[in-house]
């Protein structure tokens, strides 16, 4: 399978717990972009990442998050001590390097966080 | 900045039946369009696109969208639904030469009766 994998889909966390949500973009894509999804809420974007470089964390709360999209491996959405509020889907999607094509996004399945 | 709006948080339709979910967008630059199709429980999937060119814009199962320039508008149509149809549509734009992020309605849900 060539698409957008994310891993866990569903993660359950207590309160104050950390929570790392992974995402391995489609072959050939360098871009990743992380957003939440709340039921009637729609897509919010949340951080734009290129390898070894955050290029757009606007939308990123500015306590408790963090993101990274190393060299080798997945890019990783870190929440730390999760509140009832984080509670969500979060997407994360890919596009390739920069050209008009740039402008799809790919997207994964999902991690559904859900936090007691 | 520019701003999608999607008047229509639900539209209930029967099998068979036309539908048109409306996609009204404000940017004072030329603008890339999307519609995006979210099914439950899975990731959003691109659905059809306008980049440039022909203003009618079709996808491979029947759905159409046509940028209107004029009314800043690009509904998506198709006249005679399934019941797979069902999801919820999401209509994005991009500023055309900018910033690779899109900006999303709130999104659609159809919601097709047998």
């Known amino acids: 399978n060539a698409g957008v994998m994310q891993n866990p889909r569903h993660l359950v966390r207590r309160r104050g717990q950390e929570a790392r949500l992974r995402c391995s973009p489609m072959k050939g894509h360098s871009h990743v972009y992380w957003y939440r999804q709340l039921p009637e809420e729609g897509l919010k974007f949340m951080v734009y990442?290129?390898?070894?470089?955050?290029?757009?964390e606007s939308g990123m709360p500015k306590e408790r998050f963090s993101a990274e999209f190393p060299k080798e491996g997945p890019s990783i959405l870190r929440i730390q001590q999760v509140v009832r509020g984080d509670s969500a889907a979060y997407f994360c999607?890919?596009?390739?390097?920069?050209?008009?094509?740039?402008?799809?996004?790919?997207f994964g399945p999902g991690t559904r966080l859900t936090v007691t | 900045a520019q701003s999608v709006t999607q008047l229509d948080s639900q539209v209930p339709v029967f099998e068979e039946a036309p539908v048109e979910l409306r996609c009204n967008y404000s940017s004072s630059v030329s603008v890339y369009l999307f519609w995006y199709v979210q099914y439950p429980n899975q990731g959003l999937q691109l659905l059809l696109k306008y980049l440039s060119g022909s203003t009618l814009v079709e996808s491979i199962n029947g759905f159409e969208a046509e940028f209107n320039k004029s009314q800043t508008s690009f509904h998506l149509r198709k006249p005679s639904v399934h019941i797979s149809d069902t999801a919820e549509y999401f209509c994005?734009?991009?500023?055309?030469?900018?910033?690779?992020?899109?900006?999303f309605g709130r999104g659609t849900s159809l919601i097709v009766h047998p």
């Open positions: 994005a734009v991009s500023v055309a030469g900018g910033s690779y992020i899109p900006t």
């Open positions: 990442l290129q390898k070894e470089n955050i290029i757009d």
């Open positions: 999607a890919s596009s390739p390097g920069p050209s008009e094509s740039s402008y799809e996004q790919y």
